[in-house]
């Protein structure tokens, strides 16, 4: 028999020095880790330092070689990170807040009164939708336009000293409502006591003050939507009234000029639902509002300097226009289509955006100009508001503290 037994040394001492070789050369392959980087869900990977003189203890000689499990990686080829993809975060002003118009629907032109003393009057306008509360979340899509070329209002910005009655006139008083149904009728020097309604073409009230009077129901100061009133010229007049009150407006109607004529202490100074009107170098100022308004149930009025309902034609050139909560300029489409609107070289401020457009489901507003103004504060810091599916031709509009305009483009 061949005898073994004086080479079981030699062979004991090469394994000693074959086994570590083999370890230290990545031949014997422990098993990955569960929690190695790649294989956790966790959406923050935590590298583990590996040493490569970790201790690794001797398998006896007879042991099988450790298997890699299937579809692990081996050791010393690091298993690729991918990291989600940081979204960088984009870098906005701070949001505008603005309102979205909730204007009460004015209902259409009213039928002719029984009892022309009394000036008629939309009716009553049905319960108001509650305004909305402005979302500071959504961040207004506002950008600077460019301003060129730069200009300011042409002619002498309007006040009391350039609108309303001459200080030399003398006025006579008249006690009463005034309506007027003979055509080309003047109205000269009057002081009226009592609510104007025009009922014929070619009328011209001039160098008066129209006051009101006292009223329980829905009160306007001078009505022209009666559709007979074309050619309606109002100039060097003042409307004033003498009970202020949450239901007296200024004027209501359509085919009418105003000419240097001084408006306040009104909830709406303006209120266009027609076709055929400029209102050109006069003062319209000072709205009344109430933080409690019986006619939004009892939320805040929505007075507006100027509101267009409806209408063609329409432009508001060289005024003085402030003291607005709801906005300078309100264009909202409640009773029909508006278009070729023009605001020009006018001095604008206040309201929660001193210009407000909604398209109401009716269309872009066609023919929206708005040039060579100068814009002053606003609630929402918000020069204007506008559909994005309405154009507006801007030129050579300014902020009065030399900022950029600020311009929100939001369907509504």
């Not at 950008?143 to 000293?161: D, L, N, Q, W």
């Not at 011209?204 to 007979?228: D, F, H, W």
């Not at 401020?349 to 708005?370: F, P, Q, R, W, Y």
Request: glycine letters at 8%.
């Amino acid at each position: 028999m061949f005898d073994l037994s004086h080479w079981l040394p030699r062979w004991r001492a090469a394994l000693s020095m074959a086994i570590p070789l083999l370890v230290a050369g990545g031949f014997i392959v422990a098993a990955p880790s569960a929690s190695a980087p790649g294989v956790a869900e966790e959406t923050s990977v935590t590298e583990e330092t590996t040493s490569s003189e970790a201790p690794v203890e001797e398998a006896p000689a007879e042991e099988a070689p450790i298997e890699e499990a299937p579809g692990e990686e081996a050791p010393g080829e690091e298993a690729p990170v991918e990291e989600a993809p940081v979204e960088e975060a984009p870098v906005e002003e701070a949001p505008v807040e603005v309102p979205t118009p909730t204007e009460p629907v004015t209902p259409p032109t009213p039928e002719e009164p029984t009892a022309p003393a009394e000036p008629a009057a939309p009716a009553e306008p049905a319960a108001p939708v509650e305004p909305a509360e402005p979302e500071a979340e959504a961040p207004a899509q506002a950008a600077p336009f460019a301003t060129t070329p730069t200009t300011t209002p042409s002619g002498v910005r309007p006040s009391g000293a350039s609108t309303g009655v001459p200080a030399t006139t003398a006025l006579t008083i008249h006690k009463g409502d005034l309506v007027i149904r003979t055509a080309g009728t003047v109205i000269n020097g009057l002081d009226i006591r009592g609510f104007v309604r025009v009922e014929a073409p070619n009328v011209t009230i001039k160098n008066s003050i129209i006051r009101g009077r006292n009223a329980s129901e829905n009160a306007i100061l001078v009505y022209a939507g009666a559709g007979k009133n074309a050619g309606l010229v109002i100039q060097d007049t003042e409307l004033a009234p003498d009970f202020p009150s949450s239901i007296v407006n200024g004027i209501y109607g359509y085919d009418f000029t105003l000419t240097r004529v001084n408006i306040h202490d009104v909830i709406d100074a303006v209120h266009i639902f027609g076709s055929n009107v400029l209102v050109q170098s006069s003062w319209l100022h000072d709205n009344l509002h109430y933080a409690s308004d019986p006619g939004w149930n009892g939320g805040p009025s929505h007075d507006d300097s100027i509101q267009i309902q409806k209408g063609n034609n329409i432009r508001i050139i060289g005024n003085d226009i402030s003291g607005s909560y709801n906005a300078a300029l309100m264009i909202t489409q409640d009773q029909g289509i508006t278009s070729n609107v023009t605001f020009s070289n006018n001095w604008a401020s206040d309201g929660g955006c001193t210009i407000n457009v909604a398209e109401k489901g009716k269309g872009a507003i066609a023919g929206l100009v708005v040039k060579n103004n100068v814009f002053g504060t606003s609630r929402f810091g918000c020069d204007m508001l506008v559909p994005p599916t309405t154009t507006i031709v801007n030129l050579g509009n300014t902020a009065a503290d030399g900022t950029a305009l600020r311009i929100v483009r939001r369907a509504q």
